[in-house]
C-alpha cells in the first residue's frame, strides 16, 4: 500500500510560480511510475506530466516549457514547479503513483489562478 499527499496548491496571480509537493508513505521501495494529473471545472481529468523510476519525463503540450517534473527518491517525495502560469491552468492537481500492480492517488490540491 502507497499514501500520497499534496501540498503547495493555492491563489496565484497569472504569470506566477507555485510548486507542489507529493509525499509518498508506505511502500514506497515498489513505486515505478509517478504523475500529477489536473481536472478543472467542468473537464475531464488529465495527465500534466509524468516521471519514471529512472528519472525519463513526459508532460502535456499544454505545459512544456513552464511546467518541470521532479522526484527526490531518498525524500519520498515528487514535485510540480509551476512557472508562467495561466488562469487555463486552474484546477485540482492531484498527484498518481502506480508499483506495477496498482493505481494510488493522493486527495488532491486546489490550484487558482486568477487576479
Known amino acids: 500500500q502507497v499514501q500520497l499527499v499534496e501540498s503547495g496548491g493555492g491563489l496565484v496571480q497569472p504569470g506566477g510560480s507555485l510548486r507542489l509537493s507529493c509525499a509518498a508513505s508506505?511502500?514506497?521501495?515498489?513505486?515505478?511510475?509517478m504523475a500529477w494529473y489536473r481536472q478543472g471545472a467542468g473537464k475531464q481529468r488529465e495527465l500534466v506530466a509524468r516521471?519514471?523510476?529512472?528519472?525519463?519525463?513526459n508532460y502535456a503540450d499544454s505545459v512544456k516549457g513552464r511546467f518541470t517534473i521532479s522526484r527526490d527518491n531518498a525524500k519520498n517525495t515528487m514535485y510540480l514547479q509551476m512557472n508562467s502560469l495561466k488562469v487555463e491552468d486552474t484546477a485540482v492537481y492531484s498527484c498518481y503513483a502506480w508499483d506495477r500492480s496498482r493505481n494510488y492517488w493522493g486527495q488532491g490540491t486546489q490550484v487558482t489562478v486568477s487576479s
Open positions: 508506505g511502500s514506497v521501495f515498489a513505486i515505478n511510475t
Open positions: 516521471i519514471s523510476s529512472g528519472g525519463s519525463t
